[in-house]
């Protein structure tokens, strides 16, 4: 809780600078005019505004890919707010340009209106709270609701074009949904900074710097408006730059709720194998101990119970080194390293682990490959009856990686190889990464298998 607020406070104290610096700056350029940058650029100003519609796009993509992660309902609306407001931008504000046309009224209030209701959408994400368990009619009406919404309003506008303001005059339709658009932003703002002092969210703090920047740019509009559909001003630019902290933050984002998937789904791997392993172990232990009370002979029950708690021991450690890989505080070749000096601790397996220094792995590639290897030479040693085996991860001449575990053991046939649930994990952790899956085994001449893993 001491953390969460420490960075809370180090959020905020940021945030209160960042406002009265672009405070500051709205003051110089209300008082002083000539400060006033605004340059009549039809091309600049479309490139603007398909940048826009691009990294609005973007930005809803990132945050529905989020939602596919963690089934959240704020990603849900965060990503519906960025779609309404990037096709908004595009089908007004752009595509009519295209044609060497000027933006007639209908399309430039129906753009406006689309940014409003987008950035409205956004607002009320971190609002809203809980995960959902919806099927995927419920996100596609919550997309195209509100652009059907959209649309409906523009043909409304379009059918009565005469009686709509011209943009390029602050007239005070026009200054009242700027207002607006500016009230919306701050919103934003309150919305993302309360989330953060309530969780910690990486995102939520990007988002809200974000939004600082967007409410600023709405700001410039209503107290310095352009002169024309075709001027550039102060604002567009702090728009461009709330959205590429959204695109980062965003980024980001996928990146954690992909890794903390990736952690919980080994954890919970390991606590299965702790129940099918350790416990097992600790039974066993158990009734040897239950067996020495009823009087069973020293001799007779030592040898056992001694081969139990060893076996016992060594399944801790591997769980320990699983768990420890999992939540990343290991580098991955001494994770590896470690876990085959735990294996062959007892002398009955010689794994011999050779890692090209130079090859790089992402990190969920090195999450992946650990636990194939993990698996596949569990394999070995289980069941294998193998003396020997080698574990290769390197790169060949051609740029093609690999990972390629051998033993010397019995083999075994294809039926087995259907059969095999192993074999079937470390196909589908292979799958998970696009990597490409062979095996073969003969009995009697040992087993290969191969991880060829995607271009990197």
């Known amino acids: 809780m001491n953390r969460l607020r420490a960075d809370f406070q180090a959020w905020l104290w940021g945030e209160i600078l960042l406002v009265g610096l672009l405070g500051a700056s709205l003051a110089l350029f209300i008082n002083y005019p000539v400060l006033r940058t605004q340059y009549d650029l039809p091309q ?79 607002a009320a994400a971190p609002f809203v709270r ?124 996928i990146r954690f709720a992909e890794f903390g998937r990736a952690v919980a789904e080994e954890r919970g791997r390991v606590a299965r194998e702790i129940h099918d392993g350790l416990a097992q172990y600790l039974f066993a232990v158990s009734t040897h101990a239950q067996m020495l009370e009823n009087g069973t002979p020293v001799e007779e029950v030592a040898p056992r119970l001694k081969e139990a708690a060893q076996l016992a021991q060594q399944e801790a450690r591997f769980a320990i080194l699983a768990l420890s890989s999992a939540g990343g505080t290991a580098p991955f070749d001494a994770a590896l390293h470690r876990y085959v000096e735990f294996l062959t601790a007892d002398g009955k397996l010689d794994v011999e682990l050779e890692i090209d220094p130079g090859i790089h792995l992402a990190p969920d590639e090195q999450i992946e490959i650990f636990r194939i290897v993990q698996e596949g030479l569990g394999n070995v040693r289980k069941h294998a009856g193998a003396t020997t085996a080698e574990v290769r991860i390197g790169q060949r001449p051609s740029g093609e990686r690999f990972v390629t575990i051998r033993d010397d053991g019995a083999g075994f046939d294809g039926e087995e190889v259907r059969k095999g649930q192993g074999l079937r994990n470390m196909r589908s952790r292979a799958e998970s990464i696009e990597g490409g899956f ?19």
């Open 438 to 456: 062979t095996l073969s085994s003969r009995p009697g001449r040992g087993t290969a298998l191969e991880v060829v893993l995607r271009p990197s």
């Open 44 to 122: 600049l100003r479309i490139v603007l505004q398909t940048t826009f519609a691009f990294a609005g796009g973007l930005v809803a993509l990132l945050a529905f890919v989020r939602f596919s992660v963690e089934r959240r309902r704020t990603d849900l609306l965060l990503g519906g707010g960025f779609l309404v407001g990037s096709v908004a931008a595009a089908a007004f504000n752009v595509a009519p340009l295209f044609g060497g046309e000027s933006l007639h009224r209908p399309e430039g209030w129906a753009a406006l209106a689309g940014g409003v209701v987008g950035q409205a959408i956004a």
């Open 130 to 253: 809980g995960n959902s368990r919806s099927r995927n009619w419920v996100v596609a009406s919550a997309v195209a609701l509100p652009l059907v919404v959209l649309l409906f309003g523009w043909a409304i506008l379009h059918a009565d074009r005469g009686a709509l303001p011209s943009l390029s005059a602050q007239s005070a339709a026009l200054t009242t949904m700027l207002a607006l658009q500016a009230l919306v932003c701050l919103v934003a703002v309150v919305g993302w900074g309360t989330r953060l002092a309530r969780q910690p969210d990486d995102f939520a703090q990007w988002l809200a710097l974000a939004f600082t920047l967007q409410l600023f740019a709405a700001l410039h509009l209503v107290f310095t408006p352009p002169r024309g559909t075709t001027f550039v001003a102060e604002g567009d630019f702090l728009r461009l730059l709330a959205f590429g902290l959204m695109i980062v933050g965003a980024w980001r984002a």
